[in-house]
């Protein structure tokens, strides 16, 4: 199970950081990774990290604003968002891969295994 915290109200420029808590399984085995939705559009991937932590990619938009981070003592995962956008206004999930050591991570939703149950991020003045 992974469960999502973090998300609210924020003006143009702020920060945000949101975390997600696995319990049930250790992170030390996935690779990890950050996805939002917001309405009307398709899932998108934002960020991820493969499980040594020196593989990580983000989506162009978010690169220099967001990090990616874990925690695999606390079993947890983080998203640093700073310089938040109207844009960035979503729901946010995160999610974790079963993968090998070494494999790099991706973008793409399909092959992440755990998904938590999404946070609200929403950008306004």
């Known amino acids: 199970q992974l469960v999502e915290s973090g998300g609210g109200l924020v003006q143009p420029g702020g920060s945000l950081r949101l975390s997600c808590a696995a319990s049930?399984?250790?992170?030390?085995?996935?690779?990890i990774g950050w996805f939002r939705q917001a309405p009307g559009k398709e899932r998108e991937g934002v960020s991820c990290m493969g499980r040594s932590g020196g593989n990580t990619n983000y989506t162009d938009s978010v690169k220099g604003r967001f990090t990616i981070s874990r925690d695999n003592a606390k079993n947890t995962m983080y998203l640093q968002m700073n310089s938040l956008k109207p844009e960035d206004t979503a729901t946010y999930y995160c999610a974790a891969w079963g993968t090998t050591f070494q494999a790099p991570c991706v973008l793409r939703w399909r092959p992440y295994d755990y998904w938590g149950q999404g946070t609200q991020v929403t950008v306004s003045s």
């Open positions: 049930g399984f250790s992170l030390d085995y996935y690779t």
